[in-house]
C-alpha cells in the first residue's frame, strides 16, 4: 500500500476510493499463463498492483510483475482497460474501492521466478488447467485471454 491510499483513507475512512490498477498477463513460450496464489486470500490470479501518483501504467505493472515474480516483462502490449460493476470491491478490514484495471500481456521477459510476501504460489498454466478460486475482480480479463479474444479489449 502506498502513501496515496493511506492519506485518502485517513481522510475517507472506509468509504469507496477509486484506484487504479496494473496487471499483466505473462505468457511463455508454450502459450502458459503465469498466474499466482496470493499470501493474503488464498486466490489466484495474475501479477499487479496499483498506479502510484506520476507513475506510468508501463512503469507501474514493471514494477509489481518484478516485486511479486522477480521477472523483468518486455514488449507489452495493451491487453485490455477494464471497468464498470465488477470494479467495486470491499476488503476484509472493510476499505470499499471501485478500480479501473490496465491490463498488459507481455510474451518477453526474463529473470528467475521467485515470489515476495504477496505470493503463496507461482507457476505457469496451460488454458485447460486453469486452477479453482481465480480473483473474482481479476476473472473478467483471464477469461477474456481463455476465450482468444482480440485485444485491445474495453469493457
Known sequence: MNDYIKTMRAMIGHETLLT??????????????????RSDYGVWGIPGGLLEIGETFEATVKR?????TGLTIHELELFGVYSGEKGYAQYENGDQVFSVQIIFIS??????????????????????????H???HQ?????????GKEPPIIK
Open 134 to 136: 481465480i480473483n473474482s
Open 64 to 68: 509489481e510483475v518484478f516485486e511479486e
Open 107 to 132: 510474451r518477453k521477459f526474463d529473470g528467475v521466478l521467485l515470489g515476495n510476501h504477496e505470493s503463496r504460489e507461482l507457476d505457469f498454466f496451460h488454458k485447460t488447467t486453469i486452477p479453482g
Open 20 to 37: 487504479v490498477g496494473c496487471g499483466a498477463i505473462i505468457e511463455d513460450g508454450s502459450g502458459r499463463i503465469l498466474l499466482q496464489k
Open 139 to 147: 476473472a473478467p480479463f483471464i477469461t477474456d485471454w481463455l476465450e
